[in-house]
């Protein structure tokens, strides 16, 4: 794929950025077309670009008004089609220390168009997955 290194320097910016909890430059990420889907205790939840906007912005407010930061961390880097590259993240938010049981599993897909750069187009979100499930897994293709 083409953009390999530019999505890789894409990506580290975007990470710092949820890091940061820039709302105004993730703002410029997200694709206006942008679709997602989360499952949050079972629940299955449909939202777009607005909506979107919306949780970025509440959950970047609590972080700033909290004594907190985000612990992210890449699972998988997956070339998807030619422009097109889905990034696994997994996200918590950490609390004086104290790293939750759980975190979310972000399935983030981002497309490259020489007017845009890199964009968010679509998320797949699985809220409360237990860390001891990460831990020991693997990626290996089993069927190709």
Known sequence: MKNNYLFREFLNEYLEVWRQSSFTRLQEILSESYKAREIAGGDVVDFGYEEALDGWKQGFQFAENQPCAWDLREIAVIPVKENEVMAIVSADLVME????????????????????????????????????????????????
Request: hydrophobic share 35%.
């Open 97 to 144: 220390g104290d790293r939750s049981e759980t975190v979310s599993l972000f399935f983030q897909t981002f497309k490259f168009t020489d007017n845009h750069g890199w964009r968010l187009i679509r998320s797949y979100i699985e809220t409360g997955v237990p860390i001891s499930n990460l831990k020991n897994m693997s990626f290996q293709p089993t069927h190709l």
